[in-house]
């Protein structure tokens, strides 16, 4: 059985920063790109950051551009975001996921796993 477990959010001021964690369990960690993706009230879940499969390569949303950066460990299960500089707009619940599509997708449609989010809010 899949698990995705995401941890580290919470309230922070504006220009602050934080590190969201995602344990996986019960899958060949290796094996699967990593996606961060937020969904704040009323809006649609958007892409954050993606990661290949051994780490060699990232892809970014344009509204975290250089204040994000994703990274992961693979000898321990474990995928981050550490985020900084953050802003408002950036409050959302985060959702770890998981995909073998073979390539670090933008896509939410790419993921078949996903945790059950942490909460992220920014105070200005």
């Known amino acids: 059985q899949v698990q995705l477990v995401e941890s580290g959010g919470g309230l922070v001021q504006a220009g602050g920063s934080l590190r969201l964690s995602c344990a996986a369990s019960?899958?060949?960690?290796?094996?699967?790109?990593m996606g961060w993706f937020r969904q704040a009230p009323g809006k649609e879940r958007e892409f954050v950051a993606a990661?290949?499969?051994?780490?060699?390569?990232?892809a970014y949303g344009n509204s975290v551009k250089d204040r994000f950066t994703i990274s992961r460990d693979n000898g321990e299960n474990m995928v981050y975001l550490q985020m900084n500089s953050l802003k408002p707009d950036d409050t959302a619940v985060y959702y770890c996921?998981?995909?073998?599509?073979?390539?670090?997708?933008?896509?939410?449609?790419?993921?078949?796993?996903w945790g059950q989010g942490t909460q992220v809010t920014v105070s200005s």
């Open positions: 990661i290949s499969r051994l780490g060699g390569n990232t």
């Open positions: 019960g899958l060949i960690f290796s094996t699967y790109s």
């Open positions: 996921a998981a995909s073998n599509a073979g390539y670090y997708s933008t896509s939410r449609y790419a993921y078949m796993y």
